[in-house]
């Protein structure tokens, strides 16, 4: 079962049915405030998913059971794919911050610069566009150790994209399941084979 973990964001159903579409797994969509990490241990997903949504990534209201399931990775055993408030989470989780953006970023498609090896980019060329809405970003200040820089905003060298340097925890500051972002379902694909 993959689980995803809808922050209350109107991208989550793209993201199931993305997901849905390549493979015969089932899909779970849970509110990040409707599950406990007690229920997610019993449920053993092969794959969780942390969406979007509106808010803050240090806020528990606005992020849920989501910090500790980042906290729990080891144990649950499961590749974590967080999308932007997802991604900005991970950066959170693990000691660093989600600060203002430069120049706050909604329904526009930018150049990604691939910056190291990641599953999640298998097979795709060293650029690609991608869509982004966010006005916050994970602070390349505080970004902990364990953490890598795997993309990044072609213009202004922002994070867009990180993963732990140990477990399969990967994040994705842009939106992969966007129309604006064409290789978004390959992205996705990539990521069911983490």
């Known amino acids: 079962m993959i689980v995803i973990v ?3 964001d109107s991208f989550t159903f793209n993201l199931y049915q993305m997901l849905q579409m390549q493979t015969a797994e ?6 990040n405030d409707a599950v406990n990490l007690a229920t997610l241990r019993d449920w ?22 989501c910090r500790d399931i980042l906290l729990a990775a080891t144990e649950l055993a499961a590749p974590i794919l967080g999308v932007c408030l997802g991604h900005q989470g991970i950066a959170v989780a693990y000691g660093g911050r989600a600060v203002q953006a430069p120049r706050i970023v909604h329904g526009k498609a930018s150049e990604m610069v691939i910056t190291a090896d990641s599953p999640l980019f298998d097979g795709l060329p060293p650029r690609f566009a991608a869509m982004r809405y966010h006005s916050l970003v994970a602070d390349e200040a505080t970004l902990p ?19 732990h340097r ?7 500051q842009f939106h992969p399941e966007s129309i604006g972002t064409p290789l978004g379902q390959r992205i996705l694909a990539n990521f069911l084979r983490c």
């Open 44 to 65: 053993r997903p092969t794959r969780i998913v942390l969406s979007p949504g509106p808010g803050r990534p240090d806020n528990p209201r606005d992020f849920g059971v």
């Open 145 to 163: 150790d364990c953490l890598m820089v795997t993309a990044r905003d072609a213009v202004e060298g922002i994070i867009m994209a990180l993963q």
């Open 166 to 172: 140990d477990w399969p925890v990967y994040g994705v």
């Open 26 to 31: 089932e899909v779970v969509v849970v509110r």
């Open 6 to 8: 809808d922050n209350y």
